[in-house]
């Protein structure tokens, strides 16, 4: 009894907190001159509120982890405007006016606002739409959607600084780049708002790997090279290695982020080489263009191994085993499946060996647009979409007789994922 008067003691109390910093926010919203605000502004001071306590570490009172959650967004909008003074530098890099409108005009209006007194009204809110793409794509895109405020831009500026660290060592040759890719390709990079770290990560990979140092410019002897050694190394070894020749040239932090897109690089190389796999040749500046058709030889004869070596098996469980433990790639897996190399009961088995995070994971890549725009999706709302596919059949029927507790688990973890795409 004496425990339920002190949880509503406590509840009291910070009811009572709240409200005396609600008034507080509003006589700094309207200078001491009233005491009534619209109800929407009202609002947003609790938001301000409960996202400045947010900050605070420990388990104090909410006056005292608001004050002290003040004091860390103070430090972390300082960190903003260090990280901005560096970035800013290197501006003019990028041929898309958007980011550089952001980096010379919203950013810092927007930090310079943090400086006033009228901060905790503003910490949990931004009125930008960050819509120049990271490396792994918009933020609507991935986990940083989520973010809101002086975290979003804290976050956006410090991957934004990795791509910088990236591009800095050949920064100078950049405009010449530019020249050289309109001219080869018709296409302006100012006309594309397409990520440039994206756009060079498959020359920078490959200089750096054939001629052992950090730079952008390739040559016909260059690539010549590179196809002598694919014949004689292993392919997926090759791939991995020109990954990890990177490495000394980067920070830890910078190397890290640059590989997370490795897996992705790799699916795009696959799929779609006219786009994603053309390289500049610089030979007395003049471009020409090089399709890179040895990396999709490489990546193709990794799925074509791990294909026949399925085909030539006839025990279900040794298809299985193989099958969980070599193939990681969500479009191989499918490639796989509509192949016919499984039966529809091998099919049943393979399901339903998998567990719920296993089936989440699969599910929000193969669903990935019913998650888009939605907070929640229900594994009944999936399985009334359309089967096209034995897979799919024997996919939907596995889910389907899941249990209630199974089920609930697998949505869970649905809608708890946050894939990068």
Same mark, same amino acid.
């Given at each position: 009894?004496?425990?339920n008067?002190?949880?509503?003691?406590?509840?009291? /109390?910070?009811?009572?907190?709240?409200?005396?910093?609600l !008034?507080h $926010?509003?006589?700094?919203?309207?200078? %001491?001159?009233?005491?009534?605000?619209?109800?929407?502004?009202?609002n947003?001071?609790?938001?301000?509120?409960?996202? =400045?306590?947010? %900050?605070?570490?420990?388990?104090?009172?909410? !006056?005292?982890?608001?004050? #002290?959650?003040?004091?860390? *967004?103070?430090?972390?909008?300082?960190?903003?405007?260090?990280?901005?003074? !560096?970035v800013? @530098?290197?501006?003019?890099?990028?041929?898309?006016?958007?980011?550089?409108?952001?980096?010379t005009d919203?950013?810092?209006?927007?930090l310079?606002?943090?400086?006033?007194?009228?901060?905790?009204?503003?910490?949990?809110?931004?009125?930008?739409?960050?819509?120049?793409?990271l490396?792994?794509g918009?933020?609507?895109e #991935?986990?940083?959607?989520?973010?809101?405020?002086? /975290?979003l831009?804290?976050?956006?500026?410090?991957?934004?600084s990795?791509?910088?660290?990236?591009?800095?060592?050949?920064?100078?040759?950049?405009?010449?780049?530019? !020249?050289?890719?309109?001219?080869?390709?018709?296409?302006?990079l100012?006309?594309?708002?397409?990520?440039?770290?994206?756009v060079?990560?498959?020359?920078?990979?490959?200089?750096?790997? @054939?001629?052992?140092?950090?730079?952008?410019? *390739?040559?016909a002897?260059?690539?010549?090279a590179?196809?002598?050694r694919?014949?004689?190394?292993?392919?997926?070894?090759?791939?991995?290695?020109?990954?990890l020749?990177l490495?000394?040239?980067?920070?830890?932090?910078?190397?890290?982020?640059?590989?997370?897109?490795?897996? =992705?690089l790799?699916?795009? @190389?696959?799929?779609?080489?006219?786009? +994603?796999?053309?390289?500049?040749?610089?030979?007395?500046?003049?471009?020409?263009?090089?399709?890179?058709?040895?990396?999709?030889?490489?990546?193709?004869?990794?799925?074509?191994h791990?294909?026949?070596?399925?085909?030539?098996?006839?025990?279900?469980?040794?298809?299985?085993h193989?099958?969980?433990? +070599?193939? #990681?790639?969500?479009? /191989?897996?499918?490639?796989? &499946? /509509?192949?016919?190399?499984?039966? *529809?009961?091998? @099919?049943?088995?393979?399901?339903?060996?998998?567990?719920?995070?296993?089936f989440?994971?699969?599910?929000?890549? +193969?669903?990935?647009e019913?998650?888009?725009?939605?907070?929640?999706?229900? $594994?009944?709302?999936?399985?009334?979409?359309p089967?096209?596919?034995?897979?799919?059949?024997?996919? %939907?029927?596995?889910?389907?007789?899941?249990?209630?507790?199974?089920?609930?688990?697998?949505?869970? &973890?649905?809608?708890? =994922?946050?894939?990068?795409?």
């Amino acid at each position: 009894m004496s425990s339920n008067i002190q949880t509503q003691k406590k509840s009291s /109390d910070q009811q009572q907190e709240r409200l005396e910093l609600l !008034k507080h $926010l509003i006589q700094l919203y309207t200078h %001491h001159n009233s005491s009534c605000v619209p109800r929407h502004v009202a609002n947003d001071m609790l938001i301000s509120i409960t996202y =400045i306590a947010h %900050h605070a570490t420990g388990d104090a009172s909410l !006056k005292k982890r608001y004050v #002290h959650g003040l004091q860390q *967004l103070e430090l972390l909008c300082h960190a903003c405007k260090h990280r901005l003074a !560096k970035v800013q @530098l290197y501006a003019e890099w990028y041929p898309n006016e958007r980011l550089r409108y952001l980096l010379t005009d919203f950013f810092p209006t927007y930090l310079k606002r943090l400086s006033s007194p009228y901060a905790p009204l503003l910490y949990a809110f931004e009125k930008e739409d960050i819509d120049y793409p990271l490396l792994d794509g918009l933020p609507l895109e #991935h986990a940083m959607y989520h973010l809101q405020g002086i /975290d979003l831009i804290s976050h956006y500026l410090e991957q934004l600084s990795y791509e910088v660290a990236f591009l800095k060592p050949f920064y100078q040759e950049l405009p010449m780049i530019y !020249k050289l890719y309109q001219m080869q390709r018709h296409v302006s990079l100012f006309e594309l708002n397409q990520n440039l770290v994206e756009v060079l990560l498959p020359q920078v990979l490959l200089h750096v790997y @054939l001629k052992q140092s950090y730079g952008v410019q *390739l040559d016909a002897a260059a690539l010549d090279a590179f196809n002598k050694r694919l014949s004689i190394m292993r392919p997926q070894e090759l791939l991995q290695q020109m990954y990890l020749s990177l490495q000394p040239y980067l920070d830890e932090d910078v190397y890290a982020y640059v590989y997370a897109y490795f897996p =992705i690089l790799k699916q795009r @190389l696959q799929n779609d080489m006219e786009n +994603h796999a053309e390289l500049f040749i610089f030979e007395d500046n003049t471009p020409k263009q090089y399709t890179l058709q040895v990396m999709t030889a490489c990546l193709n004869s990794e799925f074509t191994h791990h294909q026949e070596v399925l085909s030539a098996m006839t025990s279900t469980t040794e298809k299985i085993h193989y099958f969980r433990t +070599h193939l #990681h790639n969500f479009q /191989d897996m499918i490639e796989i &499946w /509509d192949s016919y190399i499984f039966s *529809l009961e091998e @099919l049943t088995v393979l399901f339903q060996s998998y567990t719920p995070m296993d089936f989440a994971i699969f599910l929000r890549h +193969h669903y990935a647009e019913q998650f888009v725009f939605t907070a929640s999706v229900t $594994l009944d709302e999936l399985l009334l979409l359309p089967v096209s596919a034995d897979w799919e059949e024997a996919l %939907h029927m596995v889910l389907s007789t899941l249990s209630k507790k199974q089920q609930h688990i697998l949505e869970q &973890w649905m809608n708890s =994922i946050k894939l990068q795409y």
